[in-house]
Nanobody, 127 residues
Framework: VQLQASGGGLVQAGGSLRLSCAASGGTFSSYAMGWFRQAPGKEREFVVV????????YYADSVKGRFTISRDNAKNTVYLQMNSLKPEDTAVYYC?????????????????????WGQGTLVTVSS
């Protein structure tokens, strides 16, 4: 499975961006899909995950109410709508696929749960 993240860029605080992650190979519609991010000098952190069907999601507290994950299984793509962006959201954002497919809350927040990773897209939020 190959994952290609896109949509990053430079935005002012309070602005919005929409990230996309397109998958090829494998069976996208059976995977849970997650987004992680890594800020300069920090460890990679969990952002959000969506189940294979799109029926279940789990968000990190830091983005809850501002970010929305969605997916289109017909297009093999997962999206991350990011609103009310803050400078602390600045990071490289990675999409990842979990073959297990099911969202089980905090169990999906560990990076080692995921089987495939994209290359990352940079989001920079200026103050």
């Amino acid at each position: 499975v190959q994952l290609q993240a896109s949509g990053g860029g430079l935005v002012q605080a309070g602005g919005s961006l929409r990230l996309s992650c397109a998958a090829s190979g494998g069976t996208f519609s059976s995977y849970a899909m997650g987004w992680f991010r890594q800020a300069p000098g920090k460890e990679r952190e969990f952002v959000v995950v969506i189940s294979w069907s799109g029926g279940s999601t789990y968000y990190a507290d830091s983005v809850k109410g501002r970010f929305t994950i969605s997916r289109d299984n017909a297009k093999n793509t997962v999206y991350l709508q990011m609103n009310s962006l803050k400078p602390e959201d600045t990071a490289v954002y990675y999409c990842a696929a979990d073959k297990y497919g099911v969202v089980a809350g905090n169990a999906n927040s560990a990076a080692d749960e995921y089987d495939y990773w994209g290359q990352g897209t940079l989001v920079t939020v200026s103050s």
